[in-house]
């Protein structure tokens, strides 16, 4: 991959803030338009930023891509909140229906299941939708729309839209879930989240 995003006048610390600038654009790009490039775009778009000479064919990206992979599950992050999978557990048990909505870039939702699962957190959610798996990144209906369609079709004690529950972190991407008659709760994503209190 040397050929790729390791170029001689390219410093690690140039490379960070770009991948950084592409992210936000391609998040950006996601809520205007509800459509998600998936990974290879934002790779691509990230090789021509850092030099409009290079570029990234699908057998460079791929094995990219692998070892993006195992760098990541070689990092997981921590989890905030210890009693997390146990307060997932007992949210199944009522029961209720637990599901992901997430909107990605650089790391697509194959891996993200991946990590979810070296977490002990997979087991503990119904269905995980990701926009590069779907083609739609939240605000769109389309992304809240598959995820109430998903939910109903697993839970059938579900009567409508509005006994499901949409946790967010981002006013902008998840304040659309009350425009397809779901509850919204916007979580600041700084501060440590009371597991004690019932969301329900």
Do not use: W
Request: one cysteine or more; charged letters at 20%.
């Amino acid at each position: 991959m040397r050929s790729v995003f390791e170029q001689p006048h390219l410093s690690v610390e140039h490379v960070a803030v770009e991948i950084s600038a592409i992210g936000r654009l391609i998040n950006q790009r996601q809520m205007e338009t509800g459509l998600s490039p998936g990974p290879f775009r934002a790779y691509a778009e990230l090789a021509i930023r850092l030099d409009a000479s290079l570029s990234i064919s699908e057998p460079q990206y791929q094995t990219l891509y692998a070892q993006i992979r195992a760098a990541f599950l070689r990092s997981l992050p921590l989890l905030a909140e210890g009693g997390l999978p146990n307060f997932l557990t007992d949210l199944r048990s009522r029961p209720a229906t637990v599901s992901l909505l997430s909107n990605t870039v650089f790391v697509g939702g194959g891996v993200m299941r991946e990590a979810l699962g070296e977490l002990g957190l997979s087991s503990q959610v119904d269905f995980m939708h990701f926009s590069d798996e779907t083609g739609y990144a939240k605000p769109s209906r389309l992304a809240f729309e598959g995820m109430i369609r998903d939910a109903m079709q697993i839970n059938p004690r579900l009567e409508g839209p509005s006994q499901i529950l949409h946790v967010g972190d981002d006013l902008a991407a998840d304040g659309a879930a009350p425009l397809c008659g779901v509850a919204l709760k916007i979580v600041d994503k700084d501060r440590p989240i009371s597991l004690g209190v019932d969301p329900c």
